[in-house]
């Protein structure tokens, strides 16, 4: 392309925040490593207590969340990018994570400054897991954020994508294409054991959330034992389809709009889009 680096007026960074790159290729390539990062494994008291020791230590600073995984700080992390390119550090500026995905979905989109509402949901990002906001011209103003620690729509569908034995934050869209393929019957059990396992809180503000404490995969194994797999994917994909569309019908309800923008990994679920895509007031 013959770009130089005296060409680049700006360089944006997606996220406030980020992790080492070693271990981020680890959490997506190393099949062990994600097994125990999601905690596959039938605990006992020891590994209990072992995990509660490590979250305390890593909120007083003692240690780390999981084992490998530190943050980059804002100067290493600045550093990467001014060596790569070549320029000063006053061109390159972070931004939150889920304002570039709705930024990304607004002014991607063929709406030419027209007003709309304008939703973000994921695993995570910047501690959030989703965001509504309104947007017109070249203003993006966020009116509400979901936390993601309490749970996320994008976590909950990765767990259960690792249960059926395929790859975290790769192959969801697998278990999206599975199930249609499970009868009535047990996608329906799957879908009532899954949601009492969580579930959108309306607010406000409006949550995602686990409905128990504990360890997650187990708690989704306790819950599906028994069921087939096409069931467990025809419920999860219930379960998300359900959470989903009544935040969606939720967020329009609070800040309106008849045009809508939607960004983030949830939302290339799109079995779940064409029921949004459904609703009357789009």
């Excluded at 944006?12 to 490593?33: I, K, P, Q, S």
């Excluded at 995969?217 to 389809?241: C, K, W």
Aim: proline share 4%.
């Amino acid at each position: 392309m013959g770009l130089r680096a005296s060409d680049i007026e700006l360089v944006a960074l997606a996220g406030t925040r980020a992790f080492a790159r070693d271990w981020m290729n680890r959490l997506v390539t190393d099949d062990a490593y994600i097994r125990s990062y999601y905690g596959v494994s039938l605990d006992g008291p020891t590994r209990g207590l072992e995990r509660r020791a490590r979250k305390l230590g890593a909120k007083l600073g003692l240690s780390a969340s999981a084992a490998g995984k530190h943050a980059l700080s804002g100067a290493e992390r600045l550093r990467l990018v001014t060596d790569h390119l070549g320029i000063g550090r006053e061109r390159v500026v972070s931004l939150d994570h889920h304002t570039c995905h709705a930024a990304a979905a607004y002014f991607g989109a063929p709406f030419s400054g027209a007003p709309a509402l304008v939703l973000t949901n994921d695993n995570s990002g910047d501690g959030l897991c989703a965001t509504a906001s309104t947007a017109h011209d070249a203003t993006l103003e966020r009116r509400e954020a979901a936390p993601s620690a309490p749970g996320s729509l994008g976590s909950f569908y990765s767990i259960v994508t690792l249960l059926l034995g395929m790859k975290p934050g790769e192959h969801e869209y697998k278990v999206m294409g599975l199930a249609p393929y499970a009868a009535a019957r047990g996608a329906e059990r799957a879908a009532a054991a899954l949601g009492a396992l969580f579930a959108l809180d309306p607010g406000p503000p409006s949550r995602f959330a686990w409905m128990r404490r504990g360890a997650r995969y187990r708690q989704l194994l306790d819950a599906t034992l028994g069921l087939r797999f096409d069931a467990i994917a025809g419920g999860a994909q219930s379960v998300l389809e359900d959470a989903l569309l009544r935040w969606t019908r939720l967020m329009h309800e609070r800040y309106g709009g008849d045009r809508l923008a939607l960004g983030g990994g949830v939302f290339m679920n799109v079995k779940a889009n064409m029921l949004i895509a459904e609703e009357p007031w789009l």
